[in-house]
C-alpha cells in the first residue's frame, strides 16, 4: 500500500518539484538574488504539489540510484532550459539599455547589483526593471506558468532528453534577440553617432574647444531626450516581445515533444 502510495504521488512529486525549482530559479521573477531561497522552495513546493495533484499518468520508480539521479537532472535542466527562455527575451532591454549606456559614455556609472550577479549599467537596469513590471501588468506570469502546466503534457516526466534542435533554437533566438535590442537602442545610437560627427567637425574647425568635456554632459542629455521621446512606444514594443516570448515557448515545448 505505502509503495502504490509512493509510486502514484510521491516519486512524480519529486520528479515536478525538480523541474518547477529549477524553473523557478532560473525565471527574473524569482531568480533575483534578493528574494530568500526560502520563498522560492516553498512557491516551488506548492505550485508542484497543486500540479501533482492534477497530474494523471503511470511511472516506474528507476531500478538503480544511478538512472534516479539521471531522472531528477532531465528534470531541473528541462526546468532550466524553460526558464533560460523567459530570461533570454526580458535581456532584450538590458542589452538595448547597456548599447545605449555605452555609446553615451554611462558605462563609468554602472555598478555592482547583487539582484543581477554583475556590473549593471543605469539605462539597462531602468529598461529591464520596466520591462518586467510591464510583463507583470499585463499579466504575463499568467501565460508564464499554463505554458509550464502544459509542458508536462508536452514533455512528459519520462520523456526523451533535449536533442540538438533545441540547441540551435536558442543560438538563433540569441541572435535575433541581439538584433532587436540593438533595434530597440538604435534611435539612441544613431543620434550620438551624428552627434560625435558633429563634434569632430567642431574639433577640427575651433581647435581650442575641448571636445571630452563639452561632449560627455552633451551626450548623456541627448539620450535622455531622446528616451523621453521613444518612451511613448516602448510599450508596444514590449508587448511584442512578450508576444514573440509566448510563442517561443510553445515552439519550444512542440519542438521538444
Same mark, same amino acid.
Given at each position: 500500500?505505502? !509503495?502504490?502510495?509512493? #509510486?502514484?504521488? +510521491?516519486? &512524480?512529486?519529486?520528479?515536478?518539484?525538480?523541474?518547477?525549482? *529549477?524553473?523557478?530559479? *532560473?525565471? &527574473?521573477?524569482?531568480?533575483?538574488?534578493?528574494?530568500?531561497?526560502?520563498?522560492?522552495?516553498?512557491?516551488?513546493?506548492?505550485?508542484?504539489?497543486?500540479?501533482?495533484?492534477?497530474? !494523471?499518468?503511470?511511472?516506474?520508480?528507476?531500478? %538503480?540510484?544511478? !538512472?534516479?539521479?539521471?531522472?531528477?537532472?532531465?528534470?531541473?535542466?528541462?526546468? @532550466?532550459?524553460?526558464?533560460?527562455?523567459?530570461?533570454?527575451? #526580458? %535581456?532584450?532591454?538590458?542589452?538595448?539599455?547597456?548599447?545605449?549606456?555605452?555609446?553615451?559614455?554611462?558605462?563609468?556609472?554602472?555598478?555592482?547589483?547583487?539582484?543581477?550577479?554583475?556590473?549593471?549599467?543605469?539605462?539597462?537596469?531602468?529598461?529591464?526593471?520596466?520591462a518586467v513590471v510591464l510583463y507583470l501588468t499585463v499579466n504575463g506570469h499568467h501565460i508564464l506558468f499554463l505554458s509550464l502546466r502544459e509542458s508536462f503534457y508536452l514533455?512528459? @516526466?519520462?520523456?526523451?532528453?533535449?536533442?540538438?534542435?533545441?540547441? +540551435?533554437?536558442?543560438?538563433?533566438?540569441?541572435?535575433? /534577440?541581439?538584433?532587436?535590442?540593438?533595434?530597440?537602442?538604435? &534611435?539612441?545610437?544613431?543620434v550620438l553617432w551624428m552627434l560625435d560627427l558633429a563634434l569632430g567637425f567642431l574639433s577640427r574647425t575651433v581647435p581650442q574647444i575641448h571636445v571630452f568635456i563639452v561632449? =560627455?554632459?552633451?551626450?548623456?542629455? =541627448?539620450?535622455?531626450?531622446?528616451?523621453?521621446?521613444? #518612451?511613448?512606444? #516602448?510599450?508596444?514594443?514590449?508587448?511584442?516581445?512578450?508576444? =514573440?516570448?509566448?510563442?517561443?515557448?510553445?515552439? /519550444? =515545448?512542440? %519542438? +521538444? %515533444?
Open positions: 500500500m505505502a !509503495e502504490a502510495f509512493f #509510486l502514484e504521488f +510521491w516519486w &512524480p512529486f519529486m520528479l515536478i518539484f525538480a523541474r518547477i525549482a *529549477a524553473f523557478v530559479a *532560473a525565471i &527574473p521573477l524569482f531568480g533575483w538574488r534578493g528574494i530568500p531561497i526560502v520563498v522560492r522552495v516553498l512557491f516551488s513546493f506548492v505550485l508542484a504539489l497543486l500540479l501533482t495533484m492534477n497530474w !494523471e499518468g503511470q511511472l516506474a520508480f528507476p531500478p %538503480s540510484d544511478l !538512472e534516479l539521479f539521471l531522472a531528477l537532472g532531465r528534470q531541473i535542466i528541462t526546468g @532550466l532550459i524553460l526558464g533560460f527562455t523567459v530570461y533570454l527575451f #526580458l %535581456s532584450t532591454f538590458l542589452m538595448a539599455g547597456q548599447f545605449m549606456d555605452h555609446k553615451a559614455g554611462l558605462m563609468m556609472a554602472g555598478s555592482f547589483d547583487p539582484l543581477f550577479g554583475g556590473q549593471v549599467t543605469i539605462m539597462g537596469q531602468f529598461f529591464y526593471f520596466m514533455i512528459p @516526466l519520462d520523456g526523451a532528453f533535449a536533442g540538438g534542435d533545441i540547441i +540551435w533554437h536558442y543560438v538563433r533566438t540569441f541572435g535575433f /534577440v541581439f538584433l532587436l535590442s540593438f533595434q530597440i537602442a538604435a &534611435p539612441v545610437v544613431i561632449g =560627455l554632459p552633451l551626450k548623456v542629455a =541627448l539620450v535622455l531626450l531622446v528616451f523621453m521621446f521613444i #518612451l511613448p512606444m #516602448l510599450g508596444r514594443v514590449m508587448r511584442d516581445v512578450f508576444d =514573440l516570448l509566448a510563442r517561443d515557448m510553445i515552439l /519550444v =515545448l512542440r %519542438s +521538444w %515533444s
